[in-house]
């Protein structure tokens, strides 16, 4: 069973993304070893500079590199590409038939990934041109991947 694994910078600070997080979290239990790691936000100030956003970027790069280790990277950012659902299933299918047994999808802080992070990944994954909250969009990737494995296992949900 594949590993698969979410890693964010930050904690959801409200209950209902929280809960959405927990039922995808629940009904891909029986597809894959599902966790969602969350990192701390580096403390920057009202109106940081640009030095000190890289450095921010750099330290949460490092942290997320360290819990991803062993793992394909996914990371989420704004150049990547934008797959389909039945493309996302098909990309996780060919992971795995390469031996691939886990999988990290990676979301950043509100200022985004290092570029070591993006560099990293085995692909890079914009869900939309559109700009969403990472809240939202934590929720939208659960959602993704549980219906990536529904596509895979020829489930009814995706339609």
């Given amino acids: 069973m594949m590993n698969v694994q979410i890693l964010c910078i930050g904690k959801l600070k409200e209950a209902y993304w929280r809960e959405a997080c927990a039922e995808y979290a629940k009904r891909l239990r029986a597809f894959c070893n599902f966790i969602i790691t969350e990192l701390p936000e580096s403390r920057l100030p009202d109106n940081p500079s640009q030095a000190l956003i890289d450095k921010a970027l750099e330290e949460e790069g490092e942290k997320l590199l360290a819990a991803a280790k062993g793992s394909a990277l996914i990371p989420?950012?704004?150049?990547?590409?934008?797959?389909?659902?039945?493309?996302?299933?098909?990309?996780?299918?060919?992971?795995?038939?390469?031996?691939?047994?886990?999988?990290?999808?990676?979301?950043?802080?509100?200022?985004?990934?290092?570029?070591?992070?993006?560099?990293?990944?085995?692909?890079?994954?914009?869900?939309?041109?559109m700009t969403f909250p990472h809240q939202l969009a934590r929720v939208m990737l659960c959602e993704q991947i549980y219906r990536a494995f529904q596509i895979q296992n020829h489930g009814k949900y995706h339609k």
């Fill in 76 to 129: 989420l950012c704004i150049e990547g590409k934008e797959l389909d659902s039945p493309s996302l299933a098909r990309k996780m299918g060919e992971l795995a038939s390469q031996g691939t047994s886990s999988v990290s999808f990676v979301i950043g802080s509100s200022f985004g990934l290092s570029p070591k992070v993006k560099k990293a990944g085995v692909l890079r994954l914009s869900m939309s041109p």
